[in-house]
C-alpha cells in the first residue's frame, strides 16, 4: 500500500484546492525517522476518515518544502480549506500525532 506521492506540479490541487484536510508529510528516502513515522501513517489515513494522508519528497520538490519553510524532516503539516493549520516535526509515536491531529482539526 503506501500513502499517495504529492509533487510541486500537483500540490495545489492535492492539497490546497482539497475538500478534505489533508496532513502532508514532507521525507525524504534517506531520512531514517521518516521511515520509521511512514507505516504509522498508512495506518492512521486508513482508520480515520476526516483527514487524508499524503506524502511529498523533498529532495524531489524542493519549492513546495521552502514554500513552507519545512528545515528539518519528517515535518508534516495539516491543511484546511487551503491554509496550514497545524505542523508537528520529528518522527513521534502514533498516539501522539492522532492527539496532534484533533488537536488542530477540533474533534
Do not use: H, Y
Not at 83 to 94: L, R
Amino acid at each position: 500500500m503506501g500513502l499517495p506521492e504529492i509533487t510541486d506540479n500537483n500540490f495545489q490541487a492535492e492539497v490546497i484546492e482539497s475538500a478534505t484536510p489533508t496532513l502532508v508529510d514532507f521525507w525524504a528516502p534517506w531520512c531514517g525517522p521518516c521511515r520509521m513515522v511512514a507505516p504509522i501513517l498508512e495506518q492512521i489515513d486508513a482508520e480515520r476518515e476526516d483527514v487524508r494522508i499524503v506524502k511529498l519528497n523533498v529532495d524531489d520538490n524542493q519549492q513546495t518544502a521552502a514554500q513552507f519553510g519545512v528545515m528539518s524532516i519528517p515535518t508534516m503539516i495539516l491543511f484546511r480549506n487551503g491554509q496550514p493549520i497545524g505542523q508537528f516535526v520529528g518522527a513521534m509515536p502514533k498516539p501522539k500525532i492522532e492527539k496532534e491531529l484533533d488537536a488542530a482539526l477540533g474533534a
